[in-house]
């Protein structure tokens, strides 16, 4: 009986032996005890904390690249904020300009309003997940590339700080832009281009000086021949 025993553990023992060195699993449907033994409990899972994810605010972060609308604060609030960091940023516009609906934005910076164009810029660049609630988006639009076009936009319509604003949101990504618009700045009278100078040149050579500069003189001649026409409009169409 004994032997008998003995020959009917080698098919398990192998078996078994032959799942733990790593040969074909056993399906996941398959009591360990085989067959007769209770079914296994489900193992509980932990639950995740809603909108654990990379940003910090609810508005900030949707895996479909859409916040839910009720998670969307209030316009007083988005103003307030938006308010505040511009503020911090040296930059402003009148209120009203705070509480304007995308549209109406839009409609204004299409007028040359350089205040609109500035509030554009700021919201595409700091409140995309906002705008996507605004009938009035266009999803096929980068933000980013729209809020740097509006911002720049904003400078020609003769906001000369809008030429910071970019030297600072593009000291990072791209030192050699960001150094142009600060040659920029600087020729319009703004102190604190300095600071971005000085901050982007290390990061540097020669070469990219050279076409940073270069850009400058592009941007500010773009600039004159943009203020020549709306000062001298008969001049321009009698060329």
Excluded at 72 to 100: C, N, S, W
Excluded at 154 to 166: K, P, V
């Amino acid at each position: 009986m004994n032997k008998l025993f003995f020959i009917a553990l080698i098919p398990l023992t192998i078996g078994g032996g032959y799942y733990l060195l790593g040969g074909e699993p056993r399906p996941s449907n398959t009591p360990i005890g085989g067959p007769g033994s209770p079914p296994a409990k489900a193992t509980a899972q932990t639950p995740t904390k809603e909108g654990a994810g990379p940003v910090m605010r609810a508005w900030g972060y949707s895996p479909f690249g859409t916040a839910s609308p009720s998670t969307v604060p209030d316009a007083k609030t988005l103003a307030t904020e938006r308010m505040e960091k511009m503020r911090k940023m040296g930059v402003g516009t009148p209120e009203k300009y705070f509480y304007m609906p995308l549209k109406v934005l839009k409609e204004l910076g299409k007028t040359g309003d350089p205040f609109a164009l500035l509030q554009l810029g700021q919201q595409y660049w700091d409140e995309g997940a906002m705008l996507e609630q605004d009938p009035d988006y266009d999803f096929k639009e980068n933000p980013k590339s729209l809020a740097l076009r509006y911002t720049n936009e904003a400078f020609l319509a003769g906001y000369n700080r809008a030429a910071l604003i970019l030297a600072n949101r593009l000291s990072q990504e791209n030192p050699t832009e960001a150094y142009a618009w600060a040659l920029v700045s600087q020729e319009s009278g703004d102190k604190d281009a300095n600071k971005v100078l000085l901050s982007t040149a290390p990061q540097l050579d020669l070469p990219q000086i050279q076409q940073a500069q270069l850009i400058a003189m592009n941007k500010n001649l773009e600039l004159s021949k943009l203020w020549a026409i709306k000062l001298y409009p008969s001049a321009s169409h009698s060329q």
